[in-house]
């Protein structure tokens, strides 16, 4: 008997919390770790400094880059992720290393062949700052680049500050867990495709749990030496933020990410990458809308064309048809879970035998998934293999909170 109320009163608490609206955090409600100057301008005096960041790595509506400078910090260069420093490169389009026209500053790019700081780049540098906004999913390729910062930092001895920011997607954790089998770029630890946690709470599970590793490669065989890292890491935390809370972003974390609607189905969305799908790249509305040109189940349709964010979108110039998702009230009915019924629905709906494509299990994470779609597996059915993972990585994740959890 107590077992059952037990049961019922943990379904009404889950089904209330998810019918709760989120609160909507905006810049004036929030001091990100980059604005509080007091915690960590101390540490940076009479320090040579490379700053890691983006578009988005913003103090009020200056760069952290300028505003350190302004500060008379002595910053020696800056390094750019995908999307280069600047933040306007496409979704996988190589970036070159260059100098920042606006302040004469070497720029590196940590994207393509050159994804982690070298000794050289960090030669003559005491510390380096890692500054970008986060959108709280795996394949969100942020994590990965400060994995490799964090182990550049390790190796060569220099102290790494990251400045850190709210996650949009911080109030849950959901989705299949990567494996090994298929680690890359698109995922490089063993976390829920949705892992619930900031950027700087990240680092230090990635410190704590010694996941930052070194390989080195022994002359004249096959054998690799791995070994375990820990990183000299301080995190400046945000105030006012928890994880119950969504963060409405003040500029774009990237270019196909225009607004707060497209931030919180990216988690669900992201996963037609791997799909004939477009999602909307080469329109003004990308990472809202589902459409292909062979859908005829819906009347919504959108025309993908080259743009100033997107050269060569998928379906260049044909019309897709399929299904707007702008209006999904993400925020007054919050699902806090990733949806599958899109993916379910336009796989049944298309019939092809090629609806997936060989990317989707480096998003997703594992090759299961792809398997339980094509065999029609219910969205139950699949959420229920989830589970065991989940548990077993919130147990990690409580570890290293730096914030409120979400209920």
């Not at 983006?54 to 999307?83: A, C, M, Q, Y």
């Not at 969100?140 to 990251?162: D, H, P, Q, R, W």
């Not at 997936?356 to 339980?372: M, P, R, T, V, Y």
């Not at 959420?383 to 065991?388: A, E, I, L």
């Amino acid at each position: 008997m107590y077992k059952s109320l037990l049961i019922i009163s943990l379904f009404i608490s889950s089904f209330i919390s998810s019918q709760t609206p989120l609160k909507v955090l905006t810049e004036k409600d929030v001091t990100v770790g980059a604005a509080r100057f007091n915690e960590y301008l101390p540490k940076l005096a009479k320090k040579n400094v490379a700053v890691v960041t983006n578009i988005s790595g913003l103090v009020g509506k200056t760069s952290i880059v300028d505003t350190l400078l302004k500060l008379n910090v002595r910053v020696k260069k800056i390094f750019g992720p995908e999307h280069g420093f600047r933040g306007i490169a496409d979704a996988g389009e190589k970036v070159k290393s260059n100098i920042d026209k606006k302040t004469g500053l070497p720029v590196i790019s940590l994207y393509g062949a050159h994804k982690k700081p070298t000794k050289e780049d960090l030669k003559g540098i005491d510390v380096v700052i890692y500054d970008i906004q986060d959108v709280g999913v795996r394949f969100y390729t942020f994590i990965s680049t400060l994995t490799y910062v964090m182990e550049a930092c390790a190796e060569n001895g220099k102290e790494l500050i990251v400045m850190d920011r709210p996650n949009p997607n911080g109030f849950y954790v959901d989705g299949p867990t990567m494996t090994d089998k298929y680690k890359s770029f698109l995922g490089i630890h063993n976390v829920p495709l949705v892992y619930g946690m900031t950027i700087g709470e990240y680092a230090l599970m990635a410190n704590g749990e010694a996941w930052l590793v070194s390989k080195t490669k022994v002359a004249k065989s096959d054998e690799v030496i791995i070994t375990k890292l820990k990183c000299n890491l301080t995190v400046i935390s945000v105030k006012g933020y928890e994880h119950n809370y969504t963060y409405d972003l003040p500029v774009k974390p990237s270019p196909n990410l225009p607004n707060l609607t497209s931030v919180l189905l990216y988690p669900s969305l992201g996963l037609f990458e791997g799909t004939v799908m477009s999602l909307g790249r080469g329109t003004d509305m990308p990472f809202q809308v589902i459409g292909h040109p062979q859908y005829s189940k819906h009347d919504f349709s959108f025309t993908p064309k080259p743009n100033a964010i997107t050269k060569e979108p998928k379906y260049n110039n044909e019309v897709c048809y399929g299904l707007d998702l702008r209006n999904e009230r993400m925020i007054e009915n919050p699902k806090r879970q990733i949806q599958l019924k899109w993916l379910i629905e336009f796989n049944k709906d298309l019939k092809m035998d090629e609806f997936i494509d060989k990317n989707f299990n480096a998003h997703s994470g594992n090759d299961e998934l792809k398997e339980q779609i094509k065999a029609n597996k219910t969205e139950e059915e699949i959420r229920k293999s989830w589970q065991n993972d989940i548990a077993a990585f919130k147990v990690i994740r409580k570890k290293y909170l730096l914030y409120k959890d979400f209920e």
